[in-house]
T-cell receptor, first 110, second 113 residues
Framework: LAKTTQPISMDSYEGQEVNITCSHN???????ITWYQQFPSQGPRFIIQ???TKVTNEVASLFIPADRKSSTLSLPRVSLSDTAVYYC???????????FGTGTRLQVFP | EADIYQTPRYLVIGTGKKITLECSQT?????MYWYQQDPGMELHLIHY???????EKGDLSSESTVSRIRTEHFPLTLESARPSHTSQYLC????????????FGSGTRLTVV
């Protein structure tokens, strides 16, 4: 399974756009990229998943360059409730298990 | 609205007691998982299952055991709880296909005193 590297923490203010980049240099051809959000004392919540180019849903956008060695989660106009830990995971399309790294702790200030 | 349920939400128990953490999902998912997470730390996979009568150990060694007698049910058991088992235990399930994300339960926070 490809290892991922992402910043340990990020700070932002309400209303700003936040971009969290994840590096996955050893991503395999059939690997998907998935992002999760976790609030304290809760289980992670699926945010978005992509394979290449750009994916957008009601919560976030995911940008994946052509070489797929990195990906960027974009959160538009964050609010205080977006304060959480964000995990980037890379695994086979139908992997039996995903490995969570340390994630990025996003703190949104008023 | 949660489709995967974990009980109890919080549990404080004495050393040496046997405990079972319950996990049930209503989505008909074949694959189910147990993760262990200490406060502020990353999640570690301790058990997973491909389906009924299938169980596998995860990457983190655990003294717990699991069973999968029914698709919707994946309980985790500690035969003799110890303070080192104090942690949060998260259950998850996943549907088929390459683009199915995991659905996690709210977790059980276990404290062994």
């Amino acid at each position: 399974l490809a290892k991922t590297t992402q910043p340990i923490s990020m700070d932002s203010y309400e209303g700003q756009e936040v971009n969290i980049t994840c590096s996955h240099n050893n991503i395999a051809t059939n690997d998907y990229i998935t992002w999760y959000q976790q609030f304290p004392s809760q289980g992670p919540r699926f945010i978005i998943q992509g394979y290449k180019t750009k994916v957008t849903n009601e919560v976030a956008s995911l940008f994946i360059p052509a070489d797929r060695k990195s990906s960027t989660l974009s959160l538009p106009r964050v609010s205080l409730s977006d304060t959480a830990v964000y995990y980037c995971l890379v695994g086979e399309g139908n992997t039996d298990k995903l490995i969570f790294g340390t994630g990025t702790r996003l703190q949104v200030f008023p | 609205e949660a489709d995967i349920y974990q009980t109890p939400r919080y549990l404080v128990i004495g050393t040496g007691k046997k405990i079972t953490l319950e996990c049930s999902q209503t989505m008909g998912h074949d694959k189910m998982y147990w993760y262990q997470q200490d406060p502020g730390m990353e999640l570690h996979l301790i058990h997973y299952s491909y389906g009924v009568n299938s169980t596998e150990k995860g990457d983190l060694s655990s003294e717990s055991t699991v069973s999968r007698i029914r698709t919707e049910h994946f309980p985790l058991t500690l035969e003799s709880a110890r303070p080192s088992h104090t942690s949060q235990y998260l259950c998850a399930s996943r549907g088929r296909g390459p683009n199915y994300g995991y659905t996690f339960g709210s977790g059980t926070r276990l404290t062994v005193v």
